[in-house]
């Protein structure tokens, strides 16, 4: 049996491999974009500075604080409002995944497979997953949940510490080296399981339904991983995710039946709000979906080539980073741009995330803002 260490390392490198693969020859040289008018103001709230962060580190935002963590295990819980710490952990040991948050406690996993709960700033209690994880753990009803990258779903209560339960998928020999799905509906638990959202109940992981996004294809393992990746997002009964370089869809979580999957050749996760699903594709490329019927409503090549993040949908716009340190306020009718803000950084870690009336971005060198979009 490999060693955890043996393990991370095998996922690093197969996640490398996969893109590598699905990315092909090397990305034109792109154009500079011009911005000639800006049509919606986007100001600067606060500015603050939590380290550089080496592991793919999603922000939690709960009411109004966002909670986040640095590559040398420093958690920070901040106000949302104005960029003042309001708790922060030391735990000086490197992170994997991380951060999950419900407003009271928050969640990491360690580089060593530990699974760290803290409230207030202090450390509540840890128990070895004896696996790693890149998926931030989801604090929710009393419990925290954990996907493993062995595949597995663990919960644990969230005061104690006690394993309530473990259920495990035998899955492909690949995994991705990004954060995978793993979010609450209801009174179901949903997991990203190779190409499938699984409906699981969270009270003993007893699989409720499952439903394929995509399939795997292909001659060996690397052109077969068909990993769902994070964040996903639900509206109502409706949850659209993206599956690893290939499909987007959307699921009808209440019954657990698939409404429409469309080709898209995308890394990053998507977002959306009642009518649209937005969907970058890996060539830059932004797509718009109706989230009703899959039909296409849009797409822009304004930033092809450019190497795009998660997008965050607004009430104003669509805002979305590219590697070169640049965030960009796209417009929700056709894909106009509206704005773009150069970032203390050149790439976000984890997609945008909207805390209260504050949207929060994050880079690698760990410079956070907190923005405005009057």
């Known amino acids: 049996m490999k060693t955890l260490k043996q393990f991370f390392k095998f996922s690093f490198v197969i996640a490398s491999l996969a893109l590598v693969a699905c990315s092909g020859p090397s990305r034109p040289k792109i154009a500079e974009v011009n911005l000639p008018q800006v049509l919606q103001d986007v100001q600067t709230s ?3 500075q939590v380290g550089p962060i080496d592991f793919p580190m999603v922000v939690a935002a709960q009411n109004n604080t966002v909670a986040l963590a640095n590559a040398q295990g420093v958690v ?3 106000s949302a409002s104005t960029g003042k710490v309001m708790s922060r952990l030391e735990l000086k040991e490197r992170l994997s995944a991380g951060v999950g948050s419900d407003g009271q406690q928050v969640a990491v996993v360690t580089l060593n497979g530990d699974l760290v709960v803290a409230a207030n700033g202090k450390e509540q209690w840890r128990s070895n997953l004896n696996s790693g994880s890149f998926t931030p753990p989801l604090v929710a009803g009393g419990r925290v949940f954990v996907l493993t990258s062995d595949r597995s779903v663990l919960a644990f209560d969230a005061q104690t510490g006690k394993k309530l339960w473990q259920q495990q998928r035998p899955g492909d020999p690949l995994v991705l080296k990004n954060p995978g799905v793993l979010m609450p509906f209801k009174n179901t638990l949903l997991v990203g399981l190779s190409g499938r959202l699984v409906g ?3 009270d003993s992981g007893l699989i409720r339904w499952e439903t394929a996004i995509a399939t795997p294809r292909g001659t060996n393992d690397v052109e077969r991983l068909v990993d769902l990746v994070g964040p996903a997002d639900r509206v109502g009964d409706v949850v659209c995710v993206r599956a690893f370089q290939s499909q987007v869809g959307c699921v009808d979580a209440q019954r657990g039946q698939a409404l429409w999957t469309r080709a898209s050749v995308g890394e990053r996760g998507i977002d959306g709000n009642e009518k649209l699903v937005i969907a970058p594709l890996a060539n830059g490329v932004v797509q ?4 009703s019927t899959g039909e296409r409503v849009w797409d822009t090549e304004r930033l092809k080539y450019h190497q795009l993040g998660t997008p965050l949908l607004t009430p104003r716009g669509i805002l979305i980073s590219d590697h070169g340190g640049w965030l960009y306020l796209l417009s929700l009718a056709d894909g106009a741009l509206l704005n773009r803000i ?3 950084g050149d790439e976000l870690v ?3 995330v909207q805390a209260g ?4 971005v994050v880079t690698r060198q760990g410079a956070v803002t907190g923005l405005q979009i009057p």
């Open 46 to 48: 606060w500015t603050a």
């Open 76 to 78: 920070s819980v901040l």
């Open 200 to 202: 699981m109940d969270p």
């Open 288 to 291: 718009v979906w109706n989230r």
């Open 342 to 344: 150069k970032l203390s």
């Open 350 to 352: 984890g997609p945008p």
């Open 357 to 360: 009336s504050t949207y929060v």
